[in-house]
């Protein structure tokens, strides 16, 4: 699925990935291909992406994630 991590002041990732582990505001949440649109909330934590056999972290204050026909939006108000 394509994943893009996005911030105010620049495009933090973007690429293939087969999962994202998000931190909603009722807690850490995974996003699988092919899975249910959904709009989620954000607070602060880390977000997991793993593309092939590498994970990447990325630690983001807030924010907002978009899933939708196999994409996933993370809106983010700042990088930590």
């Known amino acids: ?3 893009d ?3 105010p002041d620049k495009k933090a990732f973007s690429g293939e990935a ?3 582990l998000l931190p909603g505001t009722d807690g850490y949440f995974e996003i699988l291909e092919n899975h249910a649109p959904l709009v989620g909330a954000l ?3 880390m977000v997991r992406i793993r ?3 590498q994970d990447m972290e990325f630690g983001i204050s807030s ?3 978009e899933v939708l026909g196999n994409k996933v939006s993370i809106l983010a108000d700042s990088l930590t």
């Open 1 to 3: 699925m394509q994943v």
């Open 43 to 45: 607070k602060s934590g």
């Open 5 to 7: 991590l996005i911030t």
């Open 63 to 65: 924010g907002v994630a």
């Open 18 to 20: 087969s999962s994202v």
């Open 51 to 53: 593309s092939g056999q």
